[in-house]
């Protein structure tokens, strides 16, 4: 037999809500009780319910939005757009750049790939003839055609003067850094490539690599279709970044990959990777080797002046594949700059920090990066005395350069 809940103490007038007891009135009949007595309560009622499940589906659905589809959405309703890229863009820079104006083509707006100073190695160069790009130059703020900006590949403008002046509404990084977008921010210092977040977006969003031989096949009407192009340049930013998967990968970059792998110009690829290369650069490579000083298994090269500053890195590269050899710095000068660049294979050499460290008592230089890899600039006429400081020769300055990659300071 059923227990029955019977309700004391009701106001006059107001029948039992217990269930099943004498005189018990449904939930649907107490309904309809209000709406006779007063239809304009129950509708009011009604209408505030829907207003507030509506108001909870748009919030959740707005919690799980991937951030490839709020950077989408962002770049919705503009009339045009400033891709920032970092002084000197590489391939990573290069095909952040062009994933951007892709998310902004469909969404019909239009958007400028601009860059402040030199495309010099040839790497970079061969990327930027072979997918048929083109970029603006910016020397000052007022170079920037139009009013809101994307940075890629970094988070804070550099390199042009009024670049503080910028404030950007979107920032895509892989850099560490403290530089934000006003309206959306994903830097994301795990990854070993700026590239492999913009993979990800295109995959959260949707789209679907197509190779260059069904690219004839797309129609006006296909939406979402990444082309070889920049399927081919995101893979190389990829490749680019992390020493073709060897170095500073994380899960990201190998997913990115095999996401775009179905849209791969092989032939597009293999002219990108295998350039012709400058004369100087074998020289500069040369130097590197012959004129190594090692200490335990540290390597340093000065190479001296040179025009080329693209070189320096290329160097570093080739020295750190000497057997024995765990972390190199090679540096050269043209005018009165030193430039730096560092690799490692220790995990005792944060590169970055050690870059960092060997600079920081040297007036207006700058340094960082990686763990795997760093670069650094700094005035000759500094490090030599000019400003505060006591200053130092070449020689100290490489004895402080093995100090810190022994960690000594």
């Known amino acids: 037999m059923r227990n029955y809940l019977t309700l004391e103490g009701d106001s006059p007038g107001m029948p039992h809500a217990a269930a099943g007891g004498v005189g018990a009135v449904a939930p649907a009949d107490a309904a ?84 402040s100073k030199q495309i010099r190695h040839q790497e970079n160069r061969a990327f930027e003839t072979v997918l048929d790009l083109e970029f603006d130059r910016v020397d000052d703020a007022s170079d920037l055609l139009a009013e809101d900006v994307v940075l890629v590949d970094h988070n804070e403008p550099r390199g042009f003067d009024g670049a503080a002046s910028v404030d950007p509404f979107a920032v895509v990084d892989h850099h560490p850094g403290d530089g934000t977008g006003s309206e959306f921010t994903d830097v994301r210092p795990d990854h070993g490539s700026c590239a492999s977040i913009f993979a990800e977006y295109f995959e959260q969003h949707g789209w679907t690599p197509v190779p260059p031989d069904e690219e004839e096949e797309i129609g006006e009407d296909d939406d979402r279709i990444l082309r070889s192009g920049t399927a081919t340049g995101l893979l190389y930013g990829i490749q680019s970044d992390t020493n073709h998967l060897t170095q500073g990968c994380s899960a990201a970059e190998f ?67 000497l057997e024995g050899v765990t972390a190199v710095v090679v540096m050269g000068q043209k005018d009165d700059t030193l430039t730096l660049s560092g690799r490692s294979r220790d995990d005792r050499v944060h590169m970055g920090k050690t870059l960092r460290a060997a600079v920081d008592e040297i007036p207006m230089a700058s340094a960082g990066g990686h763990a795997r890899m760093g670069g650094g600039k700094l005035s000759v006429e500094h490090m030599e005395g000019l400003g505060p400081g006591g200053g130092m020769n070449r020689e100290e300055f490489v004895d402080r350069l093995f100090d810190a990659m022994a960690g000594e300071i």
């Open 32 to 115: 309809a009780a209000v709406a006779e007595r007063d239809p304009l309560v129950l509708a009011a009622a009604v209408v505030g319910l829907l207003a507030v499940l509506v108001a909870l589906w748009w919030g959740i659905r707005r919690l799980r939005r991937t951030p490839g589809a709020k950077f989408a959405g962002l770049l919705a309703g503009r009339d045009e757009v400033s891709v920032l890229m970092h002084p000197r863009p590489d391939p990573d820079a290069m095909a952040s750049a062009l994933a951007v104006r892709e998310f902004a083509a469909e969404v019909g707006v239009e958007a400028h790939l601009q860059y």
């Open 255 to 321: 997913e990115a990959s095999a996401y775009l792998y179905q849209g791969i110009d092989e032939d597009r690829l293999d002219r990108i990777a295998n350039p012709q290369v400058d004369a100087e650069v074998l020289d500069v490579k040369a130097r590197a080797i012959n004129q190594r000083s090692v200490r335990n298994a540290f390597a340093i090269a000065d190479v001296g002046e040179l025009s080329n500053v693209d070189a320096i890195p290329q160097a570093a590269d080739e020295l750190s594949q």
